[in-house]
């Protein structure tokens, strides 16, 4: 170290610093990945430019990624004095940058302007881009599953579904040597299981959202992040899915964004609507309660919140008193930009899609033209000096089509029937002193002109109403039991099931028949008309089930001089204790019946029956919670096609009676070589047994009796004689007159 002579300090420019820099050394983020450049901004002058970074700014921070005006920079166009279109865009850091990216990419600004965003270090990787061609190597083709696979079953099976503790299991239903269990999974589900309207996709609801599962390997198709989720609603096609949870939407500091996830301005609300193509989301909404709930401390939601068209072309959902809002889909904008204003709204339904109505629509597809619309029924209660009323109108051109006028009302409920061609509004009425409640039945022709209303009068209330699938009969359970309104342990409700059908001739309803002094407060109808299950459901003291044909003597019911309502024959009485759910298998076969643990715990588990109350199988579970019959698609087949079908079903019948014969002898041989298995059995043992009693009796000296060893012998001769029925040959002559 070199000493400087002039003050006596040494020189320290042959000091090594190099390893106190490196320990200390402060790194400068010099990227520029934190820089995006926003395409399709308008292009202004200099007096609007404050005005639209402020609305720039707006958007972005309603998606989650806040900037500040002052963080933008607008390239100018010196000629002109306007804006270039496209501008620059500094955020704190690369995260930020690339979430704004994710976000607003594709942002629609307004209606003329979209935001395209790119990187600002991307320009000089296109730049250096080499543009020589490279053929890509082909990717290995992987055939995805059908999700409708299950529908090809050579068997033509129906499948349910079973929730059992923390199991799940997917079930074929059909004859008993083709039951069997088609998949099973533990802890599939947190909460309940659903299955989509067509029965393409099975969900699961977990604390995180919803899981969308299908085909046959049962994988994972879609997610949707929605947590703590308690109620899913599918459309009617399987395009969108609906759901709710009590705690509102809250959305954390650093949360995952992006189309399918939520962003600050959902926030609150607790309803959102997503695509399930692609699992994005659509649109939130609050949770709507109907009035005099918060007053009385009580919230109370009516579910499904938000009820769809059957074409899923709009989503309505009302304000209590107010309007009827319809959005339409997939943009979910409301349509017409305004809501349908209805004083004193309640309830509304759309009208269902008909077999009459889905021919039309494909008849106008194929030559262009529009011939259905949907349609709304939709009341409101008494107000003041002004008269309940009851109307339908049509969607979108929002035409009053029939408007009904109702005194007394109390309460009003819509029942379509499934075709659409009738709508029943059953009113409850009240008299004048408001002490008793009656009904009536307001039904409207909607196929017919100017929409005629039929009414049924009735003395008694009713508890149950249900369209029969595709006719004109309904069923109805009505009771004038003291007990009705304050049910307790114990007490059994004496209850009317009446059924009432369409009289053609005089536009008119006609009562069939009247099955009185039951205690049945479920109506179940086969999926296919004609059979009904009457049930008394979710009472600890009655569980009887009874089984009846509408149509049981089918030709002497067409003949004119039949008595009305002659046709119905009761078939069969079943039993299943503390049931708590009743349903149909689509094809209108079986009829499944629950006791759920969510109810009771009293003797849990599921039965099946037949369509005429014969039991197939029942099992005794312990924490069963829930049986599920997976729905079935519309089917592909034309009208022609079906009635060929019909013609000639002695041919196709023929070929199943065969294969129920082949399969009949294959259980007699099998169970004649089981019982001859148990025969030969017994019968060694019994020779084994004597050889060691004459081998203890020798030890001791004594010799078998002649007539004793004689008698043995021919006991031990036994003679099987099996009578076997075999059908040689079988034919059948039919005789034309």
């Known amino acids: 170290m070199a000493v400087n002579g002039v003050n006596g300090f040494h020189d320290d420019e042959d000091i090594d610093y190099s390893d106190i820099e490196a320990k200390y050394q402060i790194e400068h983020d010099e990227g520029l990945d934190n820089i995006l450049i926003v395409d399709g901004v308008p292009v202004i002058d200099k007096s609007k430019l404050e005005k639209l970074l402020q609305k720039i700014s707006k958007d972005f921070s309603r998606k989650g990624c806040p900037i500040k005006p002052e963080n933008m920079t607008v390239p100018w166009n010196d000629s002109n004095g306007k804006s270039k279109g496209f501008l620059f865009m500094e955020f704190k850091n690369a995260d930020d940058a690339s979430r704004a990216l994710t976000m607003m990419n594709g942002h629609p600004f307004d209606a003329k302007h979209v935001f395209f965003i790119n990187r600002f270090t991307d320009f000089e990787r296109y730049l250096k881009l080499d543009e020589t061609y490279v053929e890509p190597e082909p990717e290995e083709y992987v055939p995805k599953e059908h999700l409708r696979a299950w529908l090809g079953d050579p068997l033509g099976r129906d499948q349910y579904a079973t929730y059992r503790g923390d199991e799940v299991e997917i079930h074929w239903q059909g004859k008993p040597s083709q039951c069997e269990v088609s998949y099973s999974k533990t802890n599939w589900t947190d909460l309940y299981l659903s299955w989509s309207p067509m029965g393409t996709y099975f969900a699961t609801l977990h604390r995180q959202g919803v899981r969308l599962w299908g085909g046959p390997s049962w994988e994972p198709q879609q997610r949707f992040a929605h947590p703590l989720v308690k109620l899913i609603d599918f459309s009617p096609n399987e395009q969108y899915l609906v759901t709710w949870s009590y705690d509102p939407i809250v959305v954390r500091e650093g ?103 889905r021919e039309e629509m494909e008849k106008g597809a194929a030559k262009g033209k529009k011939t259905w619309e949907n349609m709304i029924a939709f009341w409101t209660p008494e107000v003041q000096n002004q008269p309940a009323r009851v109307s339908l109108i049509n969607f979108p051109t929002r035409e009053t089509l029939r408007s009904k006028n109702l005194f007394n009302v109390s309460e009003c409920k819509l029942y379509w029937q499934n075709q659409g061609d009738f709508l029943c509004v059953k009113v409850d009425r009240h008299t004048k002193t408001k002490k008793s409640i009656f009904c009536n039945l307001e039904i409207f022709r909607v196929r017919e002109k100017d929409c005629p209303v039929e009414v049924v009068e009735l003395k008694d209330t009713v508890t149950d109403f249900s369209w029969e699938p595709k006719g004109e009969r309904f069923a109805l359970v009505s009771s004038n039991d003291p007990n009705l309104g304050n049910p307790g342990p114990g007490i059994t409700i004496k209850t009317d099931v009446s059924f009432y059908q369409h009289e053609r001739s005089k536009g008119n309803f006609k009562l069939l028949k009247t099955l009185p002094a039951r205690t049945s407060n479920t109506v179940r109808w086969s999926p296919r008309g004609r059979h009904v299950v009457l049930a008394t459901v979710g009472s600890s003291s009655k569980s009887e089930l009874e089984f009846w044909d509408l149509d049981f003597t089918v030709e002497e019911t067409r003949k004119e001089s039949t008595p009305w309502g002659s046709g119905i024959q009761h078939l069969g009485t079943a039993d299943h204790y503390a049931v708590t759910d009743a349903e149909w298998d689509p094809s209108g076969r079986y009829l499944a019946t629950s006791a759920s643990a969510w109810r009771h715990t009293l003797e849990n588990g599921y039965a099946i029956w037949d369509f005429r109350g014969q039991e197939l199988e029942k099992q005794i579970l312990d924490r069963f919670k829930q049986f599920l019959w997976r729905p079935r698609p519309p089917s592909l087949l034309s009208k022609e096609e079906q009635k060929k079908i019909r013609r000639n079903l002695k041919e196709y019948s023929r070929a199943f009676e065969e294969e129920d014969a082949a399969e009949e002898s294959n259980v007699s041989a099998e169970l004649i070589a089981h019982r001859k298995r148990l025969v030969d059995e017994w019968n060694a043992w019994r020779v084994r047994c004597r050889e060691e009693v004459a081998d203890e009796r020798r030890g001791r000296g004594k010799k078998e009796e002649p007539a004793k060893e004689q008698a043995l012998q021919e006991e031990a001769k036994e003679e099987i004689e099996v009578w076997i029925d075999e059908v040689v040959e079988q034919i059948e002559e039919e005789v034309v007159e």
């Open 255 to 357: 949360a995952e964004q992006g189309p399918q996830f939520f962003s600050p301005e959902d926030e609150g609300n607790s309803i959102a609507v997503w695509d399930i193509r692609t699992g994005n989301l659509l649109r939130t909404f609050p949770s709507v309660h109907p009035e005099g709930d918060e007053a009385s401390g009580k919230k109370q939601m009516a579910w499904p919140a938000l009820k769809w068209s059957p074409d899923d072309k709009y989503v309505a959902r009302a304000t209590p008193g107010q309007q009827i809002s319809v959005y339409e889909l997939p943009g979910m904008g409301l349509q017409g930009k305004k809501s349908i204003k209805i004083d004193g709204v309640v309830d509304f339904e759309w009208c269902p899609l008909g077999d009459r109505d």
